[in-house]
């Protein structure tokens, strides 16, 4: 079964600077996607940047990369230039290429950026 | 913009009542998922519908149960409460059934069960 472990329960940032959230899965599949979402206190989950297993680049978004690495089943988080509308709960989640749809995730992350 | 409409957006229910939870997914998207966030539980998978049909479901005993309708809206509902079923649940969509697809939330509805 696949699994995704998020080993950072608390994280926190100064404004402006970079942070890096640590997110390892186990699974047996070699195509596979991931993804990280934000929920800030509003409770919205938002996508933040997804990740497609059989592409070797890595994924950015703005401010937001990632650093897939496929033999190591690790995708961390980079956050650059923290802003405090950042301050969110993180998860990490897998979904494998088969038709089931589901995503597994992680127990999350909360990252507090303080000014 | 998520694109996802959900209702109510908190309830309140006692231990043995029934709940339905509503869904609607923005215009063209076919397939809506259901997930549960528990306190300490993170988000576990519930259900997935496509083109009206039931295609997965997580490990959750019969009494959760959904539907989705022609115009793919969705209802989740959920019978005989028990206190632990109090959580969020997310209503979700994506545009097709492609493996991959990024999924979108809606906010949730808050169900307390007392």
Redesign the interface.
């Known amino acids: 079964a696949q699994t995704v472990t998020q080993s950072q329960p608390e994280m926190s940032v100064q404004e402006a600077e970079t942070v890096t959230l640590s997110c390892t899965y186990d699974t047996s599949e070699n195509n596979?996607?991931l993804?990280w979402?934000k929920q800030p206190p509003?409770?919205?989950?938002?996508?933040v940047i997804?990740q497609?297993a059989y592409k070797q680049q890595n994924a950015t978004e703005n401010r937001f990369s990632v650093n897939f690495q496929k033999a190591a089943k690790s995708f961390s988080l980079k956050i650059s230039d923290s802003q405090l509308g950042d301050t969110a709960m993180y998860?990490c989640?897998f979904?494998?290429?088969?038709?089931?749809?589901?995503?597994?995730?992680?127990?999350?992350t909360s990252l507090a950026v303080n000014p | 913009e998520?694109g996802v409409t959900q209702s109510p957006t908190h309830l309140i229910k006692t231990r043995g009542q029934q709940v339905t939870l509503r869904c609607s997914p923005i215009s063209g998207h076919t397939?809506v998922?259901w997930?549960q966030q528990a306190l300490g539980l993170?988000?576990?998978?519930l259900l997935?519908y496509d083109e009206g049909e039931e295609?997965?479901r997580?490990n959750f005993p019969p009494r959760f149960s959904g539907r989705q309708f022609p115009n793919y809206s969705s209802e989740l509902n959920v019978n005989a409460l028990e206190l632990e079923d109090s959580a969020?649940y997310?209503c979700?969509r994506?545009s097709d059934?492609v493996?991959?697809n990024?999924?979108?939330?809606?906010?949730?509805s808050w169900l307390t069960v007392v």
């Open positions: 596979y996607y993804f979402y509003s409770r919205q989950m938002i996508l997804r497609e998860f989640a979904m494998n290429a088969g038709n089931n749809r589901k995503l597994i995730w992680g127990l999350g | 998520a397939s998922y997930y993170g988000l576990q998978f997935w295609r997965n997580g969020l997310l979700a994506s059934r493996p991959g990024t999924i979108y939330f809606g906010e949730g």
